[in-house]
């Protein structure tokens, strides 16, 4: 489904989106530590934290494990979405009684005229990467004078 609105969405010349690659910092220790069905639980609350900040029309899709993406159209508005969603995960959440910190690192592309969904989802992928470099919970933009990550 993901893919499916990506494609459509690159077909719209004069609204080209941007999407961004979430990889939620510090999932897998409390995965491990409190089992998958909890870590369910803790996937559920993190997409409802996202559906609240993203705008109207925006589409959230869990990719895996603990990676999820959103497109964001029109692009002028991504940056602004990253950072939102940035400061939703890092607020505290309670999953049966336990308080759980979590962090988001973001990969953030803008859709170039003419791109194809695979070359679009592999630099917002390097965006990704480049956030987890600099420690994560921060946002990295690709393009943009290289790749920038900004907590």
């Known amino acids: 489904m993901f893919l ?7 077909k719209e010349p004069r609204n080209l989106p941007a999407i961004l ?13 409190f089992g998958h069905l909890f870590g369910d639980g803790l996937l559920r609350a993190v ?3 996202l559906l609240e900040v993203v705008p109207s029309g925006s589409l959230v899709a869990r990719l895996g494990g603990d990676e999820f993406a ?5 692009q002028s508005e991504a ?4 950072q939102r969603i940035v400061e939703a995960v890092a607020r505290p959440f ?6 759980l910190e979590l962090g988001a690192s ?3 592309a803008r859709a170039l005229p003419g791109e194809r969904a695979y070359e679009f989802m592999s630099r917002a992928d390097q965006a990704l990467y480049a956030s987890k470099r600099a ?5 990295s933009v690709w393009p943009a004078d290289g790749l920038n990550a900004a907590a």
């Open 4 to 10: 499916q609105n990506l494609d459509r969405a690159l």
């Open 21 to 33: 690659f979430i990889d939620l910092d510090g999932f897998k220790p409390i995965n491990d530590r």
């Open 47 to 49: 997409a409802a934290r």
């Open 70 to 74: 959103v497109i964001v159209a029109p």
């Open 79 to 82: 940056e602004v979405v990253a």
């Open 94 to 99: 309670v999953i049966d009684g336990e308080h």
């Open 106 to 108: 973001v990969g953030l």
């Open 135 to 139: 420690g994560g919970r921060c946002v």
